[in-house]
Nanobody
Framework: QLVESGGGLVQAGGSLKLSCLANKATFSSYSMGWFRQVPGQDRQFVALIDWRGSTTDYAEFVKGRFTVSRDNDKNTAYLQMNSLKPEDTALYYC????????????????WGQGTQVTVSS
């Protein structure tokens, strides 16, 4: 089970930090992905971090603004979002995939319920 938190309403240029708590003792064996979805649109990849925390990858539209991290001792992954733009408004999901990371949402085994991020202009 994955539980996201940290979403909310923020003005453009502001910051939010999303958390994803995993209720799984083997969290350190899972790569974590962050995805987002706007109503009426496909879910899109945002960022990922591998199971060791040594490899990260970002969608082009968030590079330099978002940072993904994890704390395996706390079974938690994070997405720090800075310089937020109105177009970042979406429902953000975290997902877990056994070992090797992937940008493909179909490769993920577990999903959270999502947390809403709204950026006002």
């Amino acid at each position: 089970q994955l539980v996201e938190s940290g979403g909310g309403l923020v003005q453009a240029g502001g910051s939010l930090k999303l958390s994803c708590l995993a209720n799984k003792a083997t969290f350190s064996s899972y790569s974590m992905g962050w995805f987002r979805q706007v109503p009426g649109q496909d879910r899109q990849f945002v960022a990922l971090i591998d199971w060791r925390g040594s490899t990260t990858d970002y969608a082009e539209f968030v590079k330099g603004r978002f940072t993904v991290s994890r704390d395996n001792d706390k079974n938690t992954a994070y997405l720090q979002m800075n310089s937020l733009k109105p177009e970042d408004t979406a429902l953000y999901y975290c997902a877990a995939k056994y070992y090797r990371p992937s940008r493909n949402e179909e490769d993920y085994d577990y999903w959270g319920q999502g947390t809403q991020v709204t950026v006002s202009s």
